[in-house]
């Protein structure tokens, strides 16, 4: 409490403008699920020649999930033992196709393939040419036609500790791009929530490294519809003796997000703060 007060008074005597900058960045972990369930997108193509290719009670059931037995079209022929680890993950791509913002069906092309996880699986009993395996960490539901890859520990990243989020920060000139997509192709998306940027290793960006998000008054480059320079057109509430375009007038910092996957021109983000909504088409930069 004692705190608090201090804080209030500190702001009376320094002024409401400093105050008003800082805005605490509330705490959230980066747990297990965040880390595998993220998906990735890759400009190189998964090997996919090992498959999930049924389960049991195939007869009934389409997809699979924690705690079933599935089959996988490798064993003791390929090396397959009981024990073996492996990540489940298939390729996937926007249901609805329809661009949200001018340039991303152009960017997603160009980050690569999005990979959804789908979840891991343990290796129970091995047969000459097929193996069973039971579903023991589950992201997403698994279907017959899923690709097989061998188990890779993900790095953990380690989160700033407490600290306020600067929404007047200055222009890092650190490089900058755009939130692409998000997981499950969602246009708006906040705290806790996974996005892809077409940002990678190709400079410099690591796993955990934090992005900046924010977004430039004026902008047309979302394709819903909007009026033009309708903040000096609309109602009639005002105006100004000169337009002011988008590059003009100070940016609006919305939010801040970790890397928890990186590959050469995308990596996937977890939003860990967020003022108001994000949504895909909005900017990034390394902070």
């Given amino acids: 409490m004692r705190a608090k007060l201090a804080a209030l008074c500190v702001c009376a005597l320094v002024g409401a403008g400093i105050c008003a900058a800082q805005t605490p960045a509330s705490s959230m972990q980066v747990?297990?699920?965040?880390?595998?369930?993220?998906?990735?997108?890759?400009?190189?193509?998964?090997?996919?020649?090992?498959?999930?290719?049924?389960?049991?009670?195939?007869?009934?059931?389409?997809?699979?999930?924690?705690?079933?037995?599935?089959?996988?079209?490798?064993?003791?022929?390929?090396?397959?033992?009981?024990?073996?680890?492996?990540?489940?993950?298939?390729?996937?791509?926007?249901?609805?196709?329809?661009?949200?913002?001018?340039?991303?069906?152009?960017?997603?092309?160009?980050?690569?393939?999005?990979?959804?996880?789908?979840?891991q699986l343990r290796v129970v009993n091995v047969q000459p040419k097929t193996s069973i395996a039971i579903v023991s960490f589950s992201c997403d539901y698994m279907q017959r036609g899923d690709i097989i890859l061998p188990f890779q520990e993900r790095p953990d990243p380690t989160l700033k500790q407490g600290g306020t989020f600067d929404q007047f920060a200055p222009v890092t000139g650190k490089p900058v791009a755009m939130v692409v997509n998000s997981k499950d192709y969602q246009q708006s998306v906040g705290k806790g929530s996974i996005v892809y940027v077409n940002l990678g290793t190709d400079k410099g960006v690591k796993v955990g490294d934090y992005y900046r998000v924010f977004r430039y008054q004026g902008s047309l480059a979302e394709l819903a519809p909007q009026t033009k320079d309708y903040q000096y057109k609309i109602y009639g509430f005002g105006g100004t003796p000169e337009r002011y375009n988008w590059n003009d007038l100070p940016r609006e910092v919305l939010g801040e997000g970790i890397v928890l996957n990186v590959s050469k021109n995308g990596s996937t983000v977890l939003v860990t703060y967020s003022r108001e909504d994000i949504y895909a088409g909005d900017y990034i930069e390394v902070e």
């Fill in 31 to 119: 747990d297990y699920s965040s880390v595998y369930c993220s998906g990735f997108v890759s400009d190189q193509r998964m090997p996919d020649s090992v498959r999930l290719i049924s389960g049991e009670q195939s007869a009934a059931k389409l997809t699979f999930e924690r705690g079933d037995y599935v089959y996988i079209n490798r064993g003791t022929d390929k090396g397959v033992r009981v024990g073996d680890r492996y990540s489940v993950v298939r390729a996937e791509g926007d249901p609805a196709g329809v661009q949200w913002f001018k340039w991303q069906d152009k960017l997603t092309k160009a980050m690569g393939t999005h990979y959804l996880d789908a979840g």
